[in-house]
DNA sequence: TCATACTTTCAATTATTTCTGAAATAAGTG
DNA sequence: CACTTATTTCAGAAATAATTGAAAGTATGA
């Protein structure tokens, strides 16, 4: 591989860890999902080890967070019993993928939360303007869980129109 | 005021400190923007570090940070010599500073990075598909870029109204 | 002006997260 | 089944991030 073309890819590499880490994401797992993204063929743990410069265990554990979230899946070659993993291809289907665990994971729990603070409080008159706040919030993130439900379920060829016409409606 | 209320606020200051770590932002600052949300009147430094159990210069630079962001702002009384501090009382105007911020400090940065890579990758046959992927991440996320500088850039009764209406027709 | 009440800064500390490496487990092979 | 090779797990180590507290810096009202 050419040098300039090798250290473009260590840079994309580094970069996408870098966003991982200030969206909350560990900042290795989301080096191996860049790895994978822009790798030709599937990959093994020890490739990815090599690569990347971690250990068997920190690997394997963040291989299986991919896994988790849907955005790499196993692989196995016809007699090799080596395991490879493969990046979904499609950069709308990872979209969708992390919205819908998103969704799950960050948006599910605080609805819930406020919910409970919101019966916590009572219907005090001293609690009136808690509540107002609380449903206010409440409203919000219900409508990012909304969207991030909605781009959670669609497929790749119907996103990309559909968010257009909401821009332009915005504009 | 009631056990109820009391315990209920500070559960809710929990919870969106709870949220804030899961999308990369330090918790603390995410507790004292929960305090300061539904707290009535403006707070002082000294308010934060006794309810929040943190010390000053914790509080001090976390506040620092929350107005950075565009949540806080911070409020002189007249004949008090002390600072307060208030919470931006929209929840649709904190959602879009939230994205103004955001997409400058996390998404502007790897749109850059893209494009480094995808100069220095060159325009060898052997880089077709690296620039291929690195094209197709581009798009997707310049588009993120895009809805965050929209989000970013509305005023509060602009946005509710026309996500709603689009979303209705994406259902 | 200046004493003072308040705020910020930052080196040191503490807490948390991430990572390693080796042991345990599983899976494929002959 | 016994053996070999691959993978997972997890306790401890290392790295990173958050926090403290005290010294330095500011601004206000008398």
């Known amino acids: 591989m050419g040098a300039d073309l090798k250290s473009a890819k260590e840079r994309f590499v580094e970069s996408w860890g870098q966003m991982g880490g200030a969206w ?98 009572g219907s005090d008159k001293e609690a009136a303007a808690f509540r107002k706040k609380l449903n206010e919030l409440l409203e919000l993130v219900r409508l990012l869980d909304f969207v991030l439900g909605k781009v959670g379920n669609q497929e790749r060829a119907a996103v990309l129109p559909k968010v257009l016409t909401l821009l332009k409606a915005m504009a």
Chains 1, 2 share one sequence.
């Open 24 to 121: 909350g994401i560990n900042k290795t797992m989301a080096r191996v999902h860049a790895l994978l993204m822009i790798s030709d063929a599937p990959l093994t743990a020890d490739d990815i080890m090599k690569e990347l410069a971690v250990s068997r265990g920190n690997a394997s554990m963040n291989l299986r967070a991919l896994v988790d979230w849907g955005l790499v899946r196993r692989a196995s070659l016809p007699r090799d019993r080596k395991e490879y993993f493969v990046s979904e291809k499609d950069a709308w289907t990872m979209c969708c993928r992390i919205a819908r665990e998103r969704k799950k994971r960050e948006l599910e729990p605080v609805i819930s939360a406020i919910d409970d603070c919101l019966k916590e409080a």
